[in-house]
């Protein structure tokens, strides 16, 4: 794959995602270097050039498969505000001198098209903007002309994007050598992207007011997934709106938790301090563990307040035991119906198994309970906190993922073994990951690593660290740390 702009706020996304499907990856740029060393990146070839360079650009297409052209800038000389990009491009370019909207985004790629005229129907993505549809709306079109009365930059940046398009998509002289594919993303953002972000919110209200006029925006990864998506599907053609954008990104990307996802959770464990973050002190005292799988067997799903509560317990006392997620539309509510049936009871959650022992209420799984002599203190038990902790994370707008909370997406590639996570219950990176443990329905062993356990050293000599959560999957001989990571290894794997 070919990605001219490649080092830009999109651009670097578009690799991204191609580099984690296994694809061959060149760049061209003006500055031709890895925005982003020491990640996925590495593996991109980053070549330095001008997008007008005829010959190089000739030699680059005649070795790639497809193209995807995303150069463009915000603010060009034209507008007064060409230094302004350092802040609004999101990659901290600043256009070089004359560079102006026909220069940049149309001559570049005319350049690119006409390298491509000796190869035989190769993808060629042209990333164009979705107000470019304004011309065929009412509302929009009374918008870009009172921008344009008052000189506003909106209009011409319209302007060049649309003459590719019409070039691309001129059935009496259709461009040679290529398939051509015009992805219109509306405004694309990412929580670090500050001076978008304020306007997030608001458009995405005129996107529920007027969708034919403002579409909907979408994070900057998100589009990067769709993007290498198109290129990927044989049938892609034509052009591709931001709503197809958005339903064509992988649920991995979408899941990805990001510095909100990490903010909300955040939020939810401070709610709840000190408990789920330490163990007990005598814990040295208690019975140990046997060295096999969990036999402790926690029915629960991450939203549930109640369920906290038992996490809570479960780190204060060093326990491991063994996870099964039981979301709304779960395959293993099945279960512990039948087991309530047989009890005479309604199915509620938690449910926990202890060999003989089967108990459906929270109050029932407290420390005083079980055969240590460790008592755990009262406000473990308070359902006021907990419920404000789930609160914290139930449908925050923002948020990439859906709180993990009570719903479940059951997997169409279930895993054969096991997986263990290593975590405790109040560290907000671990429940962003156990969050997408309950969406995919994956029963997995947790294995408590609050502060004063000893199965942090077991820890640090898988990671070299003790800090969670850190997941070992079995299945696929995967050790890693790092929440994000983690949540978007899970879908690509499992979903």
Known sequence: LLVAGGSGYLGRQVCKEAVTRGWEVTSLSRRGKNPRPG?????????KGSGTDAELLRRLVGESDAVVHSIGLLLDESSGLKNLNFITSGSGSVPGKGATYDSEMRGTAMALLEAATSSTNVPFVFVSAAEAGWKDDSLGSKIEAFM?????????????KRAVEETLMSTSAPPAGVKPIIARPSFMYSPTKLDILPLIPVWTILNKLKPSTFAPPLRVEVAGSAIVDLVADVSASGVVTSSELRDRALLAVKRRPDELDTLTSGLASISRLPFGTTVVENVADLPPQPDEPAALRLYEFEGCPFCRRVREVMTYLDLKYTVVPSGRGSSNREYVNKVASLKGKKATYPYFE??????????????????????????????????LARSSRAGFPLSSASAGAAQSSPTSKPASKQLVLYDYEGNQFSRLVREALTELDLTYE????????????????LSGKTTVPYLVDPNTDVQ????????????????
């Open 39 to 47: 990640t996925c990146l590495d593996k991109v070839n980053w070549v």
């Open 480 to 495: 890693m740390g790092q929440s994000a990571d983690i949540v978007e290894y899970l879908y690509r794997t499992y979903s």
């Open 354 to 387: 202890d060999g003989e022992v089967m108990l459906f209420e929270s109050e029932d799984k407290s420390p005083t309970s079980s055969p240590s002599k460790a008592a755990a203190p009262r406000s473990l038990h308070p359902q006021t906190t907990s419920s």
């Open 148 to 160: 344009d009365k008052r000189g506003f930059f909106l209009p011409r940046y319209l302007t060049a």
């Open 446 to 461: 947790i294995r408590s690593a609050g502060k004063g356990s000893g199965r942090r050293e077991e820890l640090k000599g």
